[in-house]
């Protein structure tokens, strides 16, 4: 005899990853996928051990409500709950299917029943102990172990957490400057900069400046440095040997240019007898003092206004010039910025180190500094002892926006995910590339790029699946979307085909289809022309066709054609649908 206790399985996919583009529904998901962990029989307080994480607070807000609203209108039996009933039902085991009108068998009707009466009990258990319904951002989670581990750091147990570290840093190079005479070397190299803004013919105070980089402390790339690494930054050694050949590659790349427009100017008797002359003078000038920018469109059209009986091809001497002066020109400004920071840089580990002391002494560490401390702690301990002490045992992981987690959030998070996964827990990441917006605070979207691929999930069960259906936009929209972004990452993956990371596979999983059938919708395209920009890419074309190579100038050729024909085309669609 059937049950429903047979019915609803536990659905165990160990890491279920949802690629989630715009419009697909992704709250909708992620609300079902939490309330089916409560749909369990007697597993009311699961939301005790389930922990699903997001970015913002507006994110969080609208994840508890929507899961709190949606409980409640199963309970009531709600019409607008019914879309999570029945996606509820098309989950257990085997799947149920929607109950839509009254020709449902009595079992399907039980069921539904059931789920109604645990869907209150669920409701009810989390009023009654709201405090652990850990639905929270990244950062609180990870604050909320760093508070219950202030011991283990060393750290205050009445710590407070500073959104702002510009506080600690003015403090931190205050403290540099009126301390650096008990340590002559950080005196010397303080005076070592000095002198060298002073030949740059910049200020000599440098006080501003060096605030304004020793931000970079508080951020992931100079945090997820070893030890090792930052010590050999202060050193002595390998700062003057890294200067040493930073000054060389200059030195190089600009006599190598030197050179080349000396060369080039001796084959030009007179730059009278040349169109745009003057132009062709003042960029050669420009470039030998490696100051100019790049040529403008007048140089691509410079030639002898007489032909002159030498064999001297101006123009494919200059396209080969202009190539040259690109690369070494990127080569010299690499190493000049280098330099300017190098005297900065070297001082990092002292400003470091006496922003923590500062920390330590308010009681206070800085938001930005989170992921860092809990990082020292992960690394070479055991995941039970570490997140037992936000107080709870964890089953479930569900990670939102996970196209914005940065490599050490990863780093920390995988920790608790191996080990929930390890002992038959289960996991679950929503995330979209194309949605990526929090690079600037380190987020990393090549992390679910390359999630499948990960040797150590290798080893547990991956369930990876696009989330097709767009109840957002119009057909008109979705249609477009699907028929635009693949081609045009296509042409975009032609500029450099030898790319690790293609575009076209980012954008592969924009084929929607549109909830919204209504006829409704619009979609503009407009191009503008740029006439510079334009006159650029003919003359780019004729360099072509005197011998020269611009893959570039031809992609845009090629774009801007398919571009084109492409509106054109799903105008011609439009207007015949209609």
Known sequence: MRTWKHEIGR??????????????????TLAVEYIMQLMQPHAENEFKHTLAV????????????????????????????????????????????????????????????????????ALTAILHDYSHFRVETIDAFFQSILRNMARELGLSANLQVELS????????????????????????????????????????????????????????EYQRRSEAELKRISNAE???????????????AEKEVQDAVDELMSQIE??????????????????????????????????????????????????????????????????SLALRHLGMLRLLEYIDERAREIEGEAGRFTLSSTPALLSKMVEGSDAPFIFEKIGTFINYVMIDEFQDTSRMQWENFKKLLFEKLSSGGKGLLVGDIKQSIYRWRGGDWKILYGIEREKKLQRFHIHSEPLKINYRSHQIIVDFTKDFFPRAAALLDMIKPEAEIKLSRIYEDVGQEAKKK?????????????KSEERRVKNNSKLLEDGTNSDSSLFTLHSLTWLRRFVCCRKAASTSAR
């Open 11 to 28: 659905m165990e996919q160990t890491l279920n990853i949802y690629k989630a583009s715009a419009g697909s529904g992704k709250t909708f």
């Open 54 to 121: 997001t970015f913002t607070n507006k994110a969080t807000a609208e994840m508890k409500s929507r899961i709190l609203e949606t409980l409640y209108g199963l309970k009531m039996g709600l019409e607008e709950a019914r879309p999570y009933m029945d996606a509820i039902l098309e989950r257990t085991d085997p799947p149920q299917p929607s109950l839509k009108g009254r020709e449902s068998s009595p079992f399907k009707g039980e069921l539904e029943g059931v789920f109604r009466l645990q869907a209150g009990k």
């Open 165 to 220: 570290h510009d506080e600690v840093i003015a403090s931190a190079v205050d403290s540099l400057i009126e301390t650096m005479d008990t340590r002559p070397e950080v005196r010397q190299w303080v005076l070592d900069y000095i002198h060298e803004q002073l030949d740059s013919g910049d200020k000599w105070d440098i006080v501003g400046p060096l605030k304004a980089f020793a931000g970079n402390i508080f951020r992931e």
């Open 238 to 252: 390998v700062i003057k040997a890294f200067k040493s050949k930073m000054q060389a590659i200059r030195k190089k």
């Open 270 to 335: 007179d730059f009278g007898q040349i169109t745009y002359g003057k132009n062709l003078f003042n960029f050669l000038t420009d470039a030998k003092a490696m100051k100019s920018e790049g040529p403008g469109k007048s140089i691509y059209n410079s030639k002898f206004k007489i032909q002159n009986s030498s064999t001297f091809d101006l123009q494919a001497r200059l396209a080969e010039f202009i190539a040259l002066y690109e690369v070494r020109r990127k080569e010299y400004l690499s190493a």
């Open 518 to 530: 209504d006829g409704k919708g619009y979609v503009r395209v407009k191009l503008y022309k740029v």
